[in-house]
């Protein structure tokens, strides 16, 4: 049986507004085993970057709380918290964040320089993910240079650099044009299948939800497994 890499218990997230407590998740209960793929849809507005961003430590939840490997995540420990993101988690946004003065394999090899470890070491790791990627020859551009899929591959490529056992994207393809988003769900595909890595992606995109292994809904602050035959009417 696969190890649980992240389980999530009564996960709930509340803020107040001038009309009283707003509860955006309730009670939201998961277990994502180590290598698994899923996706979260739903309608814009209802938290699924939120819930995403819970996973990550970039935000906190009200009450409940996250396992990672077994280990409770304490969401008061800074420290703890920068080290868990650094080592374990890599994170993928609708917009790349690469530096425009950089070039792709100066972009990628960030993660290690900020972890002290030897420019040259880091330089053939970069290569090697631009080699998976078919991005070797792109390697000396700036970010101006490549197109919306290769930018969202070498952001791809950067948050892999440290070898995270969880990948988040959130809306990885919201911004790409449908064959740039073909290529861009083919290495989250790629990704999974050759380093195992856990992916949880939050989309609008229906063709790259269904290429997961379990697709959740989250609506009106719950999250449900959708099964197959209702994907449909979305």
């Known amino acids: ?8 218990r009564e996960i709930t997230k509340s803020f107040e507004t001038s009309q009283g407590k707003l509860e955006i998740l309730k009670k939201i209960n998961l277990k994502i085993q180590k290598g698994e793929k899923i996706s979260i849809v739903g309608p814009s507005g209802v938290g699924k ?8 430590t970039l935000d906190y939840p ?4 996250i ?5 409770k995540i304490n969401f008061s420990d800074e420290e703890k918290l920068s080290q868990l993101r ?13 530096i425009p003065e950089f070039t792709v394999v100066e972009n990628i090899i960030l993660p290690g320089l900020i972890s002290n470890f030897k420019k040259e070491d880091c330089e053939r790791r970069a290569e090697e993910l631009l080699r998976r990627f078919n991005l070797l020859k792109r390697k000396e551009h700036k970010p101006s240079q490549l197109s919306g899929g290769e930018r969202q591959k070498v952001a791809i490529a950067r948050a892999l650099f440290l070898n995270p056992p ?5 809306e990885p393809t919201g911004n790409l044009d449908p064959e740039s988003a073909k290529e861009v769900a083919e290495v989250f595909l790629k990704v999974n299948e050759e380093l195992n890595t856990t992916i949880i992606l939050v989309t609008h995109n229906l063709e790259l939800a269904q290429k997961m292994d379990k697709i959740f809904l989250l609506k009106n602050g719950f999250l449900v497994e959708l099964e197959e035959k209702k994907i449909k009417g979305l």
Request: aromatic share 10%; charged share 20%.
């Open 86 to 98: 650094k080592e374990k988690i890599g994170f993928i946004f609708q917009l790349h964040y690469l």
């Open 49 to 56: 970057t939120t819930l995403l961003n819970i996973i990550g």
């Open 1 to 8: 049986m696969a190890e649980i890499l992240l389980e999530l």
């Open 166 to 170: 969880l990948l988040l994207a959130d």
């Open 67 to 71: 396992l990672f490997l077994g280990e």
């Open 62 to 65: 009200s009450s409940g709380e």
